[in-house]
């Protein structure tokens, strides 16, 4: 079993940043390839960012290429979000996600285990 917490969010102004952490639980975090999604009210969760078990291949939306990165520190058990230049629209919660496979799908069904979640809140 593998436990996500999510810490980081917060209110934030328009072109603001905000990182979002994840810490997991367990031994086998390296294992793992993880995302970020995200759910606003009324919407459906979207995957927004992806990366592999070394860190060495990461996705995103487009919505946020170049502005978002994801990155991840194997020997801290924690997968990061660093999102710059937010927009109000983007106000949602945030969420982490650990897949059992190798792949680094977009799509939440794909993923096995997830955190609770963060909200980002932000303001125009």
């Known amino acids: 079993q593998v436990q996500l917490v999510e810490s980081g969010g917060g209110l934030v102004q328009a072109g603001g940043s905000l990182r979002l952490s994840c810490a997991t639980s367990?031994?086998?975090?390296?294992?793992?390839?993880m995302g970020w999604f995200r759910q606003a009210p009324g919407k459906e969760r979207e995957f927004v960012a992806g990366i592999s078990r070394n860190g060495g291949s990461t996705y995103y939306a487009d919505s946020v290429k170049g502005r978002f990165t994801i990155s991840r520190d194997n020997a801290k058990n924690t997968v990061y979000l660093q999102m710059n230049s937010l927009k109000p629209e983007e106000t949602a919660v945030y969420y982490c996600?650990?897949?059992?496979?190798?792949?680094?799908?977009?799509?939440?069904?794909?993923?096995?285990?997830w955190g609770q979640g963060t909200q980002v809140t932000v303001s125009s």
């Open positions: 996600a650990a897949n059992r496979g190798v792949a680094i799908p977009r799509q939440p069904q794909e993923y096995d285990y």
């Open positions: 367990g031994r086998t975090f390296s294992i793992y390839p």
